[in-house]
């Protein structure tokens, strides 16, 4: 129930805020929005206040608003209404919706990092069989507090000397035993591996993993601010680099890709590990959603981008025929995907207990 529960609320806040930069945009810019729904399916609740109604749908699955004369049957010419305002102005209500996610985005990751948030200690918790660490002497309950004379506290910082380390064959560790320091010299075995967007890359193994000692880490506002910005462009390049080596075919759609089911998933372990994760998640799908829907493709939010940029170098709209087989092409194109990313999630979360039916 707690995993639903906070399923809802982070794909209902992620809605809202990709549609009120919408809604926002087009109220600045004079537009009249006549509809702001939050949901589909059968309606749970709908009020009208001034020329907007709003709505709450059952299924939280998306959300859109209605703007006067979004579509040129419907347009009269007024003013207030979306064709009748430049390519400009239109696109920008349309990049206000990404553009808040990002902002979403950004925020969540200051406040986590201000507020605090759980991290792995540097303290050993077992050894792999036949590695450096192992041979060395290291055994698990020790505490490593240096690397190569850097001081570390956390399993991050760890992690992140290793992988500087892909040309190194041995490093020195300082680590506390019963608070007694001692070194030791650990051999790396190299392996290639690659990471999220398809890179690969040596890393010296040592051979350890971490007990699972947690303490509470955070920042100052200054601090946690530059921290925010460098992790949401850190994300940006991440995801761009996976999206191209999807295409590219250097990584697999499989294994890259998830969709309602596996967010549902990854929601509940995060509800889990308390209100920092969630938070976090939130920020991370957030800067998912705003990326992939500035994708140049019919239907999301960069395709009527694209468009409105053909607009204004041809001087005119494509034609209503046009328009309609594109958004028919687009439309189809992005359930096409909604299906595979659901069944690759299917697979991946119950191809055991499917296994096991035909058994």
Known sequence: M?????????????????????????????????????????????????????????????????LAGDNPEESKGEPYEYFSRRPGERALIVFCGPLL??????????????????????????????????????????????????????????????????????????????????????????????DISGRKHKVGLLGITPEGEAVNVRYGPLKSFSMGLEKTFEITVMTYRGLWNIIAGRLSLRDSVTGPLGIFYITGKAAEAGISAVIQLVAVLSISL?????????????????????????GRRLSAKADNIITRMGLAFIISLAAVVTYLDVWRLFSDKIAALFK
């Open 2 to 66: 707690l995993s639903l529960i906070t399923f809802i609320l982070v794909i209902g806040i992620l809605i809202v805020v990709h549609e009120f930069g919408h809604f926002m945009m087009a109220k600045m810019i004079g537009v009249r929005v006549e509809k702001f729904y939050v949901g589909f399916g059968p309606q749970l609740w709908k009020k009208k206040r001034g020329n907007t109604e709003y709505g709450l749908g059952a299924v939280p699955l998306g959300g859109y608003v209605k």
């Open 101 to 194: 996610n990002y902002v979403l985005g950004f925020l969540c990751l200051w406040l986590v990092f201000s507020s605090g948030y759980p991290m792995f200690t540097a303290k050993v918790g077992s050894l792999i069989s036949g590695l450096g660490a192992e041979q060395a002497g290291i055994k698990p309950g020790d505490r490593i507090v240096a690397i190569d004379g850097e001081d570390i506290k956390l399993w991050e910082q760890l992690q992140r000397i290793m992988r500087s380390k892909e040309n190194s064959s041995s490093v020195k560790i300082g680590l506390l035993r019963r608070d007694k320091r001692y070194d030791f010299d650990v051999k790396l075995q190299q392996k290639e591996l690659m």
């Open 290 to 314: 705003a990326i992939f829907n500035l994708l140049p493709l019919p239907v999301l939010d960069g395709g009527h981008l694209f468009f409105l940029a053909l607009e204004k170098i041809r």
